[in-house]
């Protein structure tokens, strides 16, 4: 295949861009008008300083230059419609809302620009400069009227240039913040009496279980149990003769109709088990195993209706009759050498140990923050009780977003008692006091702000209208100080954003710097086209950096995000992306996409870029993604999760991903790191992908995953090291089909398989060729499937392939380009452009025209 044609992306996205960027720096003598800190919102704001007099200057706040532009672009259709903002922080009453009349054109943007060489900041926050008190020398107090009542309430505060910690238990832990300072959850007693729970290794001779069963009416009742079994390789298909049920110590009565269920997880409900004379009041059931052979036991039902059989959980009663429901769990008394509970994950309750909490009085408005089910997605949710002797955790409100697993791992925050160590702060949000343990007790003198709102810039078109914010741009400016959102529709999406373009078109945000806020960077949202992220900084916030989200059945299309460093997001949320790409209508399946290019993206707790659901057509290439997948498992560097065959595909090419590390909990309370994490991710049926000349380095699990896609081109690259294989072809639904992979540089420094593939037909690969091997450990072993090289040619594969030292530059410090008398040359492969990825690459003309 012609690599060349696939530059083709890259050209058809740059031609819908639109004009070309002027120069970069601002003319201080050329703007409309100006904002400082010392200016006044009743002056002419056409001086860039206040007048010997101080009877005219600059205004003092963007709202008002907002509106003078809007008046002057009718009174003056010639006049430059730039605003120069001076240095100084602007600490904003509301979000700055730009609508449809603010829009600029081609030949006239609209422009709001830092003044030459100077840092002006934005700030979501409002200053907390109030008098501080200590009487004990660490712990300062003071009030915040504004905060009394609840009628504020802030999760993060910024002292300086860093947000302090909110108390919480067990600590913060700063000498290891990914894996210190957690809790584990452990099995929750309230689960019990709930189907899902259920006993096991109950398969020994006199092993019972007892249960106190209050019965309504006299009557005879049918016994129909839920159960799971699979006792046929012990040579036994049906527990029926083998358990009884006794009454108050009565007679034994066997149970039958107990088959196996097809494996001891699959529960069903039994036929008729036996038929019980029961009088009217409080009874003692005991289960016995009498003659050995396991089952898995989840309830069972008592019924005086004859003809009524069980179905569902629960099953519903009859009507004029009565059903009496027992869940095996609930017993009084059990006897079982290796008797076992297995009680069901719960969206509302958690367990803990009983006595390793404390009782906190204080504290009414404790929240979690969990990692729950697979440890994928972390959620904060506010919890109502903690019942310290049962050891139960319960959440108030609706249930958590998903099951809250033993082992996974919480921690507690806004706990007033636990304000125990430097650097805490605790919002007492009915007397509106605050309390702080500083690091530094010349603390009052920094910056000491708490977030009053979401975003701080909302550039927004009028669907209903259908009218879009046009042309506009702002460069140079610095965004702080915004909140989280504490509970959200999906941990897969967190809703934040500091800078917000919905229904923008033709817009650009250059050299912005966004920094300690509390969601993503930059929102662009459903009919927003044709703009450009370039050049900007997006560090220590509590999201990811620039998200593209669908609204109004639309998504953004045909934008460029290039040449941004993005590096240590995610300090709140962390299913988030350096840059994402997330779930557009399956209607644009097949429309434009959107380049990402020459960004910088370190330190993630997931994705360096992400691309959700029928995504197509978009472009990545030239990224520096280095050290993804810190707090988070089965992800990638790189990850796409398309879920369409039909989609259009995407294209990833020039990429160096390198260290995707990954982590999960177990259930005892251990972290497994590194763990399940690729360098490139192609999960769920992401297909027609080209991957051409990328560089994946010690990335955990493997270079390059296939993870059920067909159609996928895996040609000219890089894949060194990683613990396992360094490309993965998993045939889930055995649907697989077309793949390719041609001209690539597999290299291992460590045991490991080159190739491997879990659900393997030899429809999987479609060609399998031209590929240089290399194993430079110290026991080589070059395997493909667990098998060795001649076979997996005997297969067709890999007819022309070499195995032979690739000849690198110097790999000890990553650097792989290829020596002029390399191998990989002769079959075909082109070197990759190293000195153009990431950074150092960009070149901000390349996105003018």
């Given at each position: 295949?012609?690599?060349?044609?696939y530059?083709?992306?890259?050209?058809?996205?740059?031609?819908?861009?639109?004009a070309?960027?002027?120069?970069?720096?601002?003319?201080?003598?050329?703007a409309?008008?100006?904002?400082?800190?010392?200016g006044n919102?009743a002056?002419?704001?056409k001086?860039?300083?206040?007048?010997?007099?101080?009877?005219?200057?600059p205004?003092?706040?963007l709202?008002?230059?907002?509106?003078?532009?809007r008046a002057?672009?009718?009174?003056?259709?010639?006049?430059?419609?730039?605003?120069?903002?001076?240095?100084?922080?602007?600490?904003?009453p509301?979000?700055?809302v730009?609508?449809?009349?603010?829009?600029?054109?081609p030949?006239?943007?609209?422009?709001y620009?830092?003044?030459?060489?100077?840092?002006?900041?934005l700030?979501?926050?409002?200053?907390?400069?109030?008098?501080?008190?200590?009487?004990?020398?660490k712990?300062?107090?003071?009030?915040?009227p504004?905060?009394?009542g609840?009628?504020?309430?802030?999760?993060?505060?910024?002292?300086?240039?860093?947000?302090?910690?909110?108390?919480?238990?067990?600590?913060?832990?700063?000498?290891?913040?990914?894996?210190?300072?957690?809790?584990?959850?452990k099995?929750c007693?309230r689960a019990?009496?709930?189907?899902?729970?259920?006993?096991?290794?109950?398969?020994?001779?006199?092993?019972?279980?007892?249960w106190?069963?209050?019965?309504?009416?006299t009557?005879?009742?049918n016994?129909?149990?839920?159960?799971?079994?699979?006792?046929?390789?012990w040579?036994k298909?049906?527990?029926?003769?083998?358990t009884?049920?006794?009454?108050?110590?009565?007679?034994?009565?066997v149970?039958?109709?107990l088959?196996?269920?097809?494996?001891?997880?699959?529960?069903k409900?039994?036929?008729?088990?036996?038929?019980?004379?029961?009088?009217?009041?409080?009874?003692?059931?005991?289960?016995?195993?009498?003659?050995?052979?396991?089952?898995?036991?989840d309830?069972?039902?008592?019924c005086?209706d004859?003809?009524?059989?069980?179905?569902?959980?629960?099953?519903?009663?009859?009507?004029?009759?009565?059903?009496?429901?027992?869940?095996?769990?609930?017993?009084?008394?059990?006897?079982?050498?290796?008797?076992?509970v297995?009680?069901?994950?719960?969206?509302?309750?958690?367990?803990?140990?009983?006595?390793?909490?404390?009782?906190w009085?204080?504290?009414?408005?404790?929240?979690?923050?969990?990692?729950p089910?697979?440890?994928?997605?972390?959620?904060?949710?506010?919890v109502?009780?903690?019942?310290?002797?049962a050891?139960?955790?319960t959440?108030?409100?609706?249930?958590?977003?998903q099951?809250?697993?033993?082992?996974?791992?919480?921690?507690?925050?806004?706990i007033?008692?636990?304000?125990?160590?430097?650097?805490?702060w605790?919002l007492?949000?009915?007397?509106?006091?605050?309390?702080?343990?500083?690091t530094d007790?010349d603390?009052?003198?920094?910056?000491?702000?708490?977030?009053a709102m979401?975003?701080?810039?909302?550039?927004?078109?009028?669907?209903?209208?259908?009218?879009?914010?046009?042309?506009?741009?702002?460069?140079?400016l610095?965004?702080?100080?915004t909140?989280?959102?504490?509970?959200i529709?999906?941990?897969?999406?967190p809703?934040?954003?500091?800078?917000?373009l919905?229904?923008?078109?033709?817009?650009l945000?250059?050299?912005?710097?966004?920094?300690?806020?509390?969601?993503?960077?930059?929102?662009?949202v459903?009919?927003?086209?044709?703009?450009?992220?370039?050049?900007?900084?997006?560090?220590?916030?509590?999201?990811?950096?620039?998200?593209?989200?669908?609204?109004?059945?639309?998504?953004?299309?045909?934008?460029?995000?290039?040449?941004?460093?993005?590096?240590?997001?995610?300090?709140?949320?962390?299913?988030?992306?350096?840059v994402?790409?997330?779930?557009?209508?399956?209607?644009?399946?097949?429309?434009p996409?959107?380049?990402?290019a020459?960004?910088?993206?370190?330190?993630?707790?997931?994705?360096?870029?992400?691309?959700?659901m029928?995504?197509?057509?978009?472009?990545?290439?030239?990224?520096?993604?280095?050290?993804?997948?810190?707090?988070?498992?089965?992800?990638?560097g790189?990850?796409?999760?398309?879920r369409?065959?039909?989609?259009?595909?995407?294209?990833?090419?020039?990429?160096?991903?390198?260290?995707?590390?990954?982590?999960?909990?177990?259930p005892?309370?251990?972290?497994?790191?590194?763990?399940?994490?690729?360098?490139?991710?192609?999960?769920?049926?992401?297909?027609?992908?080209?991957?051409?000349?990328?560089?994946?380095?010690?990335?955990?699990?493997?270079?390059?995953?296939?993870?059920?896609?067909k159609?996928?081109?895996?040609?000219?690259?890089?894949l060194?090291?990683?613990?396992?294989?360094?490309?993965e072809?998993?045939?889930?639904?055995?649907?697989?089909?077309?793949?390719?992979?041609?001209r690539?540089?597999?290299?291992?420094t460590?045991?490991?398989?080159?190739?491997r593939?879990g659900?393997?037909?030899?429809?999987?690969?479609?060609?399998?060729?031209s590929n240089?091997y290399?194993?430079?450990?110290a026991?080589?072993?070059?395997?493909?499937?667990?098998?060795p090289?001649?076979?997996?040619r005997?297969l067709?594969?890999?007819q022309n392939?070499?195995?032979e030292?690739?000849?690198?530059v110097?790999p000890?410090?990553?650097?792989?380009?290829?020596?002029?008398?390399?191998p990989?040359?002769?079959l075909?492969f082109k070197?990759i452009?190293v000195?153009?990825i990431?950074?150092k690459?960009?070149?901000?003309?390349?996105?003018?025209?």
């Amino acid at each position: 295949m012609d690599h060349l044609a696939y530059l083709a992306p890259t050209a058809a996205l740059l031609l819908g861009f639109m004009a070309a960027i002027p120069a970069n720096a601002a003319d201080p003598t050329s703007a409309a008008f100006y904002v400082a800190p010392n200016g006044n919102d009743a002056w002419s704001g056409k001086l860039p300083a206040p007048n010997a007099g101080a009877t005219d200057g600059p205004f003092a706040t963007l709202a008002k230059a907002r509106d003078a532009l809007r008046a002057l672009k009718t009174s003056d259709p010639k006049a430059v419609l730039t605003v120069l903002v001076r240095a100084g922080t602007y600490y904003l009453p509301e979000p700055l809302v730009f609508r449809p009349q603010d829009s600029g054109t081609p030949q006239r943007p609209v422009t709001y620009a830092a003044y030459p060489g100077e840092e002006p900041v934005l700030s979501g926050g409002r200053r907390i400069a109030s008098e501080w008190r200590t009487k004990d020398g660490k712990i300062y107090t003071t009030e915040v009227p504004a905060a009394k009542g609840g009628s504020w309430f802030f999760r993060l505060l910024r002292v300086g240039d860093d947000w302090a910690i909110r108390a919480r238990f067990p600590n913060y832990d700063p000498s290891d913040p990914i894996k210190g300072g957690w809790l584990f959850t452990k099995p929750c007693s309230r689960a019990r009496g709930q189907f899902g729970a259920a006993v096991g290794n109950i398969h020994n001779r006199g092993d019972f279980m007892e249960w106190r069963v209050e019965v309504p009416a006299t009557g005879d009742y049918n016994v129909f149990h839920y159960y799971a079994a699979q006792n046929k390789p012990w040579g036994k298909t049906d527990m029926g003769g083998s358990t009884t049920f006794t009454v108050d110590g009565g007679e034994p009565v066997v149970l039958e109709n107990l088959q196996d269920t097809g494996s001891f997880s699959t529960f069903k409900w039994s036929a008729r088990n036996a038929v019980l004379h029961l009088e009217q009041g409080s009874h003692t059931i005991r289960w016995t195993n009498i003659k050995g052979g396991g089952l898995n036991y989840d309830a069972f039902v008592l019924c005086d209706d004859p003809t009524w059989t069980p179905h569902g959980t629960p099953p519903a009663p009859p009507e004029g009759k009565h059903m009496i429901l027992v869940h095996a769990e609930t017993f009084v008394k059990s006897q079982g050498k290796e008797l076992s509970v297995k009680l069901p994950a719960s969206r509302r309750y958690w367990g803990f140990d009983p006595g390793s909490l404390k009782p906190w009085p204080k504290s009414q408005q404790i929240e979690m923050h969990v990692f729950p089910a697979w440890g994928w997605v972390n959620s904060i949710e506010p919890v109502a009780e903690l019942d310290l002797q049962a050891g139960v955790g319960t959440l108030a409100g609706r249930e958590a977003n998903q099951e809250i697993r033993v082992g996974n791992r919480y921690f507690l925050e806004n706990i007033f008692e636990e304000l125990d160590m430097p650097g805490e702060w605790y919002l007492d949000s009915d007397t509106g006091r605050l309390y702080y343990w500083p690091t530094d007790q010349d603390f009052a003198r920094q910056e000491i702000v708490a977030p009053a709102m979401d975003r701080l810039i909302d550039v927004r078109g009028d669907a209903e209208q259908g009218t879009f914010v046009t042309n506009l741009r702002f460069r140079g400016l610095t965004f702080k100080d915004t909140s989280y959102t504490p509970r959200i529709a999906s941990p897969y999406s967190p809703p934040d954003g500091a800078l917000w373009l919905n229904r923008a078109r033709d817009c650009l945000v250059e050299n912005c710097r966004f920094a300690r806020v509390g969601g993503y960077g930059i929102r662009l949202v459903g009919d927003s086209r044709s703009n450009r992220i370039l050049g900007n900084t997006v560090e220590y916030c509590g999201e990811g950096g620039v998200t593209l989200e669908t609204a109004d059945e639309a998504f953004p299309i045909e934008n460029v995000i290039a040449g941004n460093h993005i590096h240590h997001c995610g300090l709140i949320y962390k299913h988030v992306a350096g840059v994402y790409l997330n779930r557009r209508p399956r209607e644009m399946a097949q429309a434009p996409g959107n380049l990402i290019a020459h960004n910088l993206i370190t330190d993630m707790p997931r994705y360096g870029i992400g691309i959700k659901m029928e995504q197509g057509n978009n472009v990545v290439e030239f990224n520096e993604i280095r050290r993804t997948n810190l707090e988070t498992n089965d992800t990638g560097g790189i990850e796409t999760c398309v879920r369409n065959s039909q989609a259009a595909g995407n294209t990833f090419r020039y990429n160096l991903v390198a260290d995707a590390i990954g982590l999960k909990t177990t259930p005892d309370g251990r972290f497994l790191t590194p763990y399940y994490t690729w360098g490139i991710y192609l999960d769920d049926h992401s297909s027609n992908a080209h991957l051409y000349g990328n560089i994946c380095v010690r990335n955990f699990r493997g270079g390059v995953v296939v993870h059920g896609g067909k159609n996928n081109v895996i040609e000219n690259n890089i894949l060194v090291d990683s613990e396992e294989t360094n490309v993965e072809f998993n045939n889930i639904r055995k649907l697989m089909t077309g793949n390719r992979f041609i001209r690539n540089i597999v290299y291992r420094t460590k045991p490991g398989q080159m190739i491997r593939s879990g659900g393997w037909t030899d429809e999987v690969l479609a060609e399998c060729d031209s590929n240089l091997y290399w194993d430079a450990s110290a026991e080589p072993a070059i395997s493909f499937l667990g098998k060795p090289l001649e076979e997996w040619r005997k297969l067709g594969y890999d007819q022309n392939a070499l195995v032979e030292d690739p000849l690198f530059v110097d790999p000890a410090s990553d650097d792989y380009r290829l020596k002029p008398d390399s191998p990989a040359l002769k079959l075909g492969f082109k070197p990759i452009p190293v000195e153009k990825i990431g950074l150092k690459g960009y070149d901000r003309r390349k996105y003018a025209r």
